[in-house]
């Protein structure tokens, strides 16, 4: 099996920064795309940021100049790095990744909860 632990998340002021990070660990052979979606409260999952293997990124408009993938592949994790934070971004982020493993699948994280206050 495969499990995507994430961490960094919090509480921060309107225009301050944080960083989610996020562990792949277990049977993987290989990571393909690796990336972030995010729930806002009563809202559905939405993409955030995606980065391949390749290193291509795709971020939603909406956080584009602001956030900034990123990854390091050889210790299977994906960063977020959050800037100029605002309150419509508040939600649970979660990590996500294509891994070939046993099969090749989709897997999620827990969440972590980023709040952020005006």
């Known amino acids: 099996q495969v499990q995507l632990v994430e961490s960094g998340g919090g509480l921060v002021q309107a225009g301050g920064s944080l960083r989610l990070s996020c562990v792949a660990s277990?049977?993987?052979?290989?990571?393909?795309?690796m990336g972030w979606y995010r729930q806002p409260p009563g809202k559905q999952r939405e993409l955030v940021a995606v980065?391949?293997?390749?290193?291509?990124?795709n971020y939603s408009n909406s956080v584009k100049g602001r956030f900034t993938i990123s990854r390091d592949n050889a210790k299977n994790t994906v960063y977020l790095q959050m800037n100029s934070l605002k309150p419509e971004d508040t939600a649970v982020y979660l990590c996500y990744a294509n891994v070939k493993s046993a099969y090749v699948g989709n897997f999620w994280g827990q969440g972590t909860q980023v709040t952020v206050s005006s």
């Open positions: 277990g049977r993987i052979l290989s990571i393909n795309t």
């Open positions: 980065m391949s293997s390749g290193d291509n990124t």
